[in-house]
Nanobody
Framework: QVQLVESGGGLVQVGGSLRLSCASSGPTFSRDAMGWFRRPPGKEREFVAAIKWRVYGTVYAESVNGRFTISRDNAKNTLYLQMNSLKPEDTAVYYC?????????????????WGQGTQVTVSS
């Protein structure tokens, strides 16, 4: 079965940077888009960023726009999230997700596959 595995989380100070990776394994599957989501402590899961897999197209949550960059390496089937200028409110479990079928709305689409998450903690 398809597996998404996040890595790169950890503890970082305010203003620091982290780079998350999401590697996919298992049966080859067609994907239209991949995204990053996060669940802050005690809150609902929220959208962070998403990227089309075969054409150009990215979208970001307002709270991370200009600080985070989503990218992909199709050859490696890997998704990345470069996070700069981190703030305490970025503390969360970060999840990657993949959507198989076409969507025009990366932010609100339903995603088919999810990783287990990686913890990011930003200390002040």
């Amino acid at each position: 079965q398809v597996q998404l595995v996040e890595s790169g989380g950890g503890l970082v100070q305010v203003g620091g940077s982290l780079r998350l990776s999401c590697a996919s394994s298992g049966p080859t599957f067609s994907r239209d888009a991949m995204g990053w989501f996060r669940r802050p402590p005690g809150k609902e899961r929220e959208f962070v960023a998403a990227i089309k897999w075969r054409v150009y197209g990215t979208v970001y949550a307002e709270s991370v726009n200009g600080r985070f960059t989503i990218s992909r390496d199709n050859a490696k089937n890997t998704l990345y999230l470069q996070m700069n200028s981190l703030k305490p409110e970025d503390t969360a479990v970060y999840y990657c997700a993949a959507r198989s079928t076409y969507t025009r709305n990366l932010r609100y689409a339903e995603y088919d596959y999810w990783g287990q998450g990686t913890q990011v903690t930003v200390s002040s």
